[in-house]
Nanobody
Framework: QVLLVESGGGLVQTGGSLRLSCAASGRTFSKIVMGWFRQTPGKEREFVSTIRWNDGTPYYADSVKGRFTISRDKSKDSVDLQMNSLKPEDTAVYYC????????????????????WGQGTQVTVSS
C-alpha cells in the first residue's frame, strides 16, 4: 500500500506563509509526478502545483504563480510546497498526489489522472 502523508497545514493571516510537506511511504511506486491539489466544500479538486520527479520541472496554477514554490527531495521521498503571500482564497484542504504513469504534461493538472492521494491537510487564511 502506498501512503502519502501531508503535514504543515494550519491557520495563518493574509500575507503570511506556510510550508506543506508530503512524505511517501509504504509500497514504493515509480514516481513520474508528485504534486498538490486543493479543495473547498462544494467544489472540485483544483490543481495547485506539481513537480516532475525525474528532472524537477515545476508546474503551477496561474493563481499561485510567483507565490508558491514546489520542491522535491528524492533522498527523503518527499515533496514540499512553500506558500507565501497567502490570501483568503487559498483557504482549502490541500492534498498531496502521486502520478505513476507517463503522460503529456498537459494532463498533469487533471486530478483524475493521479493514482495516489494523501488524506489532506487544512490551510486556513484569515483576512
Amino acid at each position: 500500500q502506498v501512503l502519502l502523508v501531508e503535514s504543515g497545514g494550519g491557520l495563518v493571516q493574509t500575507g503570511g506563509s506556510l510550508r506543506l510537506s508530503c512524505a511517501a511511504s509504504g509500497r514504493t511506486f515509480s514516481k513520474i509526478v508528485m504534486g498538490w491539489f486543493r479543495q473547498t466544500p462544494g467544489k472540485e479538486r483544483e490543481f495547485v502545483s506539481t513537480i516532475r520527479w525525474n528532472d524537477g520541472t515545476p508546474y503551477y496554477a496561474d493563481s499561485v504563480k510567483g507565490r508558491f514554490t514546489i520542491s522535491r527531495d528524492k533522498s527523503k521521498d518527499s515533496v514540499d510546497l512553500q506558500m507565501n503571500s497567502l490570501k483568503p482564497e487559498d483557504t482549502a484542504v490541500y492534498y498531496c498526489a502521486g502520478l505513476a504513469r507517463f503522460m503529456n504534461s498537459a494532463y498533469y493538472t487533471d486530478a483524475q489522472n493521479y493514482e495516489y492521494w494523501g488524506q489532506g491537510t487544512q490551510v486556513t487564511v484569515s483576512s
